[in-house]
């Protein structure tokens, strides 16, 4: 089955340091990549994606991430985390071969201390 | 302009009810999906919508579940005879056009608890 895969509930990060968020996704078709935010009570957020081209992308606040195709993998990354980073984050998978629908992950929590 | 809105936002009932969930898609948005968000689960895709197609219900999880979309734009989540593993967030998400690599923007959610 096309899945992607967080292997991390929880992430826990000093403020001021770099923050990852893992990503693993399932290598066949032809995927692409989301990461969303969820903040408390709030609908998800879109962060960025990977579609083809450059496999580094940036997206909103900072954030950034890496299409690693022998890795199968798209970390979320920020070279300086906030507290206000603190949420819920979704990788999600597509794939142009298999229609619209999306995989999501299971999300990981991060949470940004002081 | 306005986002996605869903209503209500938070809904109570008892086990056997039914409930209707409603999602106000952004003016223009032809495709419509609908998800549920079960603690630590993710997000289980439910139902797609896309203009007047029919709709793609391979993510029903039984036959209580149904949704409609008047006129290619409102859209409601049915749910009869509720179960308490019903209890979730359920999330509608919309976004202009048919090509699915376009981001998908979400709806507040409804918290549905069943007791």
């Known amino acids: 089955a096309q899945s992607v895969a967080q292997p991390e509930d929880q992430v826990n990060v000093a403020e001021g340091n770099p923050l990852t968020v893992k990503c693993t996704y399932s290598?066949?078709?032809?995927?692409?990549l989301f990461w969303y935010v969820q903040y408390p009570n709030r609908g998800l957020q879109f962060l960025l994606k990977?579609?083809?081209?450059?496999?580094l992308v940036k997206g909103s606040y900072g954030f950034e991430a890496e299409f690693n195709k022998s890795q199968t993998s798209f970390h979320l990354k920020k070279p300086s985390a906030l507290v206000s980073d603190s949420a819920l984050y979704f990788c999600?998978?597509?794939?142009?071969?298999?229609?619209?629908?999306?995989?999501f992950g299971k999300g990981t929590s991060l949470l940004v201390t002081p | 302009g306005a986002g996605v809105s869903q209503s209500p936002s938070n809904k109570v009932t008892e086990k056997g009810k039914d409930v209707e969930l409603r999602c106000d898609p952004i003016?223009?948005?032809?495709?419509l999906y609908w998800y549920r968000q079960s603690l630590g689960q993710g997000l289980e895709f439910l139902i797609y919508?896309?203009?007047?197609?029919?709709?793609?219900k391979s993510g029903l999880p039984s036959d209580r579940f149904s949704a409609e979309r008047t006129g290619g734009s409102v859209s409601t989540l049915t749910i009869q005879r509720t179960q308490q593993e019903d209890s979730a967030v359920y999330l509608c998400?919309?976004?202009?056009?048919?090509?699915?690599?376009?981001?998908?923007?979400f709806g507040p959610g409804t918290r549905l608890t069943v007791l």
């Open positions: 999600a998978r597509g794939d142009s071969n298999s229609g619209y629908a999306l995989n």
């Open positions: 290598v066949s078709g032809n995927p692409y």
């Open positions: 990977y579609i083809t081209g450059d496999n």
């Open positions: 003016s223009g948005h032809t495709a």
């Open positions: 919508f896309q203009g007047n197609s029919a709709p793609d």
């Open positions: 998400a919309t976004l202009p056009g048919s090509f699915s690599y376009n981001e998908q923007f």
